[in-house]
């Protein structure tokens, strides 16, 4: 070759060679600490699980977790025999931005990570209540204003520190003004965290709250992390989190793989008595693209994955039934996509415009539109019909695609002549309809501009802004919080205690609304349709001062019943999520809580790794 | 020549100003607010806790006087802090730049490797079947967008013949140099495609002149191998232009990487821009815009000296 060009090229070629192997294999965080103190226990706890198997229950318990059609896997029992070793890797939506449960916001991607690491207080069955997990047990005083926990005993941190009742005194120094964890301390009415005694803590609450240990099923209060560590080291505790989970942080390189390695100390057995987990290791890889991310499954460079999105699952039961040797762990809960109408600005202050645009809404079609036919449930309210909280009741009352009914309210609205938008009697009423610029989101919307534009009064108008400024839109701006939009794409609900997601976001949207009705200084920015019922924040209230479930059902029923037929929202289908993985990992779907009883599964594709495994 | 290389620092810097400036203002035309990306939606709530990370970001400053001071830390070095990971932004710049940097050598490198013999060859044989054929391959090269050549890629070496894998990124010091290839000839084959196509037709354009001239007929009277001939004789004066444009597509690479590294999952420069930009993560965006801003110029710096080195005609205009 000329040697001009070698000499061009050759020393390029050293400067990033030169380049790659200086650059940081980001930390390999870690855990110096922890792997010190663990170090003594290692070798002898390999020993004793090297070849141990286990037989387990051969209980199987339909949860009714499933989505439509042809899916495979069940929230139930593991009835395979487990064994220890072995590694998953697992590729993720996202990488998380950081693994502080109390200051860094954490979704789906991020809680998979966060969960391997950060044990919660609680934990959630397969039939929704809450059961133990580091507290062992508990109880409310007659206002529930107070809640006593039994804690854990022997529980031991990554570092090597007890787990005790002063631990969560110490964090809540920390969650009290922790960017995410504040926030949830409010909606709860944690005013104080009080140690009784060595492995018993108090819970004080500024106001009665029946369901309070649903919050602490959420990282946010609930993650139990070491805050010595989180003090001695805010920043690095994002990258290298201490807590009592089965695994502990081996290697973090950002936006490439994170690595959690086996907790050799871990707390929990499984019911015969061999210590958890069984896994050596799981990887975690943030693969955005979500074909990619399902190729790199098929191909083998990872063996699970998780999505959110309905095509995808669609193109994992595709790659499946073409042979792919993978298991389809779906979930569908009570998260349900659809939209919201800014109730405070016209048209949509008008109830006949939301209910008739609602009617107008071919659900079925939409649903297609995002990839969901045969995955994603139909939404009639906040609840799948698989949720125990699910009302027959509301799913009748709910307006239903009707064109005619739909456009005969619409017609009633744009022929009155004092319409709230000042428009003249006949002229069509304008909506703005906005989703994030996501391609199925944008198929789904213009099946609804079609339809609401075919009816004759309806100009549609669709702009889509990535997910950031689409919240920011419907958030606003101080003193009234507001917000921009008009029809907007949105999600809502989850499957947590019905009180963590309602109660904010249907309480007064303004302090003046607030002051209006007598509840000063009891607003909340996040009711994003900017719609208040004084009636219906009366039963959300009620719902959280008795903790029987026949009171509380009755009072979310008429809860849902009544957005039923004011319609703030509308519905599309409910979200289906997938866990898919090769078909030798086992024990996702059937995980156990300390007390034998089956926990929930994987929803919104989030795994627990402490009982998973790889048959060999 | 001190005078001219005067004149392009200059230039350099006013360059990177107006960069850190444009950047700055259509950051701050996104609307919302930073703080909102750091909550989840169930927490904007809190609007206590909202007013005092605002205050502790010192987002209630007005934005010349965050730019001003934005400004002089970067000229002390300081990047800043990302609002959202607390990362330091020149830590996060200084883990990634060699993944970005060195997938931007190695397309430059498979182009060119690629590119010299295509082009010469194609030159020689001009209007020959194989001049023809690769006119058709540099044309679907340049009509093809490297997330497509990505996509067909993954598709054909991992699904169908398993031969590398789809997404992940071996570091050269934890896994060793092959390790590390295996990870990055995919995602560098897409991005080569488009500059390899570019500079084969530049090399042939030029290498087509370059046999017209004398010396390349008096060679071949003289009856030297072909092979020489082109080598030897003829690519030298042909590659200027492609040594030019070898620089230019470089620095283009570094910012060029966004997609390719998306798709492949890669911890690059590009992946940690996109999630700046869905995080509204100011810092972090003006901070990698400005480095891969002063990649680009300060290449192009190089590129003209090293023009001015080859070429002493231009030296002495």
């Known amino acids: 070759m000329n040697k001009s060009w070698l000499k061009i090229i050759a020393p390029l070629f050293t400067v990033a060679l030169i380049a790659a192997a200086c650059g940081g294999s980001d930390s390999d ?15 002898e706890a390999e020993e004793e699980t090297e070849a141990e198997t286990t037989e387990k229950a051969e209980e199987v318990i339909e949860a009714g977790t499933e989505a439509e059609g042809d899916v495979d896997t069940k929230v139930e029992a593991v009835v395979e025999e487990s064994s220890y070793g072995g590694s998953v890797i697992i590729g993720l939506e996202a990488e998380a931005t950081g693994l502080r449960p109390w200051e860094d916001a954490c979704s789906s991607p991020c809680l998979v990570m966060m969960k391997a690491m950060i044990d919660t207080m609680v934990e959630r069955r397969a039939d929704g209540t809450y059961g133990p997990w580091l507290a062992k047990s508990w109880s409310a005083n007659e206002g529930y204003t107070e809640w006593t926990f039994e804690l854990q005993e022997g529980v ?77 080291d805010f920043d690095g505790f994002s990258m290298n989190p201490i807590g009592t989970g089965p695994f502990m942080m081996d290697k973090r390189d950002l936006d490439n793989e994170t690595i959690v390695a086996r907790n050799p100390n871990y707390w929990m057995s499984d019911e015969d008595g061999n210590q958890l987990p069984y896994l050596d290791s799981v990887a975690f890889r943030p693969i955005p693209d979500e074909g990619t991310r399902l190729d790199s499954l098929l191909s083998g460079t990872t063996t699970m994955m998780q999505t959110l999105r309905q095509g995808t699952i ?11 040797d993978i298991t389809l762990f779906e979930f569908q809960g009570n998260n349900v996509g659809g939209g919201m109408f800014n109730n405070s600005i016209p048209p949509y202050d008008d109830v006949r415009v939301r209910k008739g645009l609602t009617h107008m809404n071919n659900q079925d079609a939409v649903i297609e539109a995002l990839g969901g036919t045969g995955i994603s449930l139909p939404g009639s309210q906040w609840f799948s019909p698989d949720s125990p909280w699910y009302s027959e009741k509301a799913a009748a009352a709910w307006p239903k695609f009707d064109f005619d009914a739909g456009k005969a309210l619409v017609a009633e609205y744009v022929n009155d002549p004092d319409r709230s938008d000042g428009r003249a009697v006949g002229d069509k009423i304008e909506v703005e309809l906005s989703c994030p610029p996501d391609p199925t989101l944008i198929l789904a919307i213009q099946v609804i501009e079609q339809l609401w534009s075919a009816s004759g009064m309806v100009d549609v108008n669709l702009t889509n802004y990535d997910q950031q400024t689409h919240i920011n839109y419907a958030l606003g701006a101080p003193p009234d919080f507001n917000g921009s939009h008009g029809a907007h794409c949105w999600r809502w609900s989850s499957n947590d205690d019905p009180s963590t997601f309602l ?10 609304i607030a002051a209006a009705y007598g509840l000063d200084g009891i607003f909340s920015p996040i009711n994003f349709p900017n719609y208040f019922d004084i ?82 | 020549m001190g005078k001219i290389l005067a004149a392009r620092l200059a230039r350099l810097v006013a360059t990177l100003f107006a960069v850190s400036l444009l950047t700055f203002l259509l950051v701050e035309q996104l609307p919302g607010d930073p703080v909102t990306a750091l909550l989840p939606p169930e927490a904007l709530h809190d609007l206590e806790t909202m007013e005092r990370i605002r205050t502790e970001l010192r987002l209630d400053d007005p934005a010349l006087v965050r730019y001003g001071r934005w400004v ?42 690629l590119a010299i013999p295509i082009g010469a060859f194609s030159a020689y044989r001009e209007g020959g079947r194989f001049d023809r054929v690769m006119s058709v391959f540099t044309t679907a090269s340049l009509s093809i967008p490297a997330f497509v050549a990505a996509i067909f890629f993954i598709w054909l070496f991992t699904l169908k013949f398993n031969w590398l894998p789809s997404t992940g990124w071996n570091r050269i010091t934890d896994k060793g140099l092959l390790a590390n290839l295996k990870t990055a000839i995919l995602p560098a084959s897409a991005l080569a495609l488009a500059p390899l196509a570019i500079n084969a037709r530049l090399i042939r354009a030029d290498m087509i002149g370059t046999l017209k001239e004398d010396y390349i007929l008096s060679a071949r009277a003289k009856g030297l191998r072909s092979r020489y001939i082109l080598m030897r004789h003829a690519l030298r004066p042909s590659s200027l232009t492609a040594i030019t444009i070898f620089g230019l597509q470089f620095g283009a690479l570094i910012g060029g990487t966004v997609v390719i590294e998306t798709i492949f999952a890669l911890p690059g420069l590009g992946t940690r821009l996109i999630s700046g930009i869905y995080q509204r993560d100011v810092t972090m965006i003006q901070g990698i815009t400005l480095f891969v801003a002063t990649v680009y110029v300060v290449v192009n710096l190089l590129v003209d000296l090293l023009y001015l080195l080859l070429d002493p005609r231009i030296r002495r205009q």
């Open chain 1, 29 to 43: 965080s870690g855990s110096s600490s922890s792997s010190d103190a663990a170090s003594s226990t290692e070798t």
């Open chain 1, 503 to 512: 109660n904010t976001q249907f309480a007064p949207p303004t302090l003046g």
């Open chain 1, 156 to 232: 031991l941190f990554h570092n090597g520190y007890s787990f005790n009742a002063k631990t969560l005194v110490d964090m809540f120094e920390l969650q009290k003004v922790g960017a995410v964890a504040a926030g949830v301390v409010s909606a709860a009415k944690v005013g104080e965290v009080v140690a009784v005694d060595n492995y018993t803590v108090k819970y004080v609450l500024t106001g009665a709250h029946s369901a309070f240990p649903s919050f602490l099923y959420g990282v946010g209060l609930g993650g139990v992390f070491e805050p010595n560590a989180a003090n001695e």
């Open chain 1, 535 to 616: 009636e219906m924040f009366g039963w959300l209230v009620g719902a959280i001062s008795t903790d029987v479930f026949e009171e509380r059902y009755a009072l979310y029923e008429m809860v849902m019943m009544r957005l039923a037929r004011d319609v703030p929202v509308w519905y599309s289908g409910h979200t289906a999520t997938l866990l898919a993985a090769e078909t030798n990992i086992l024990g996702v779907n059937g995980w156990l809580l300390p007390d034998g009883s089956l926990g929930a599964g994987f929803p919104a594709a989030i795994a627990r790794w402490g009982q998973v495994f790889i048959q060999n």
């Open chain 2, 72 to 113: 002089t830390d970067a000229l002390q070095g300081d990047l800043g802090k990302s609002y959202i990971t607390d990362q330091r932004v020149a830590d996060a710049i200084r883990d990634r730049i060699p993944v970005t940097m060195e997938l931007a050598l190695l397309a430059t490198v498979i182009a060119a490797v």
């Open chain 1, 314 to 324: 669609r193109d994992a039961r595709a790659a499946k039934a073409d042979g792919a």
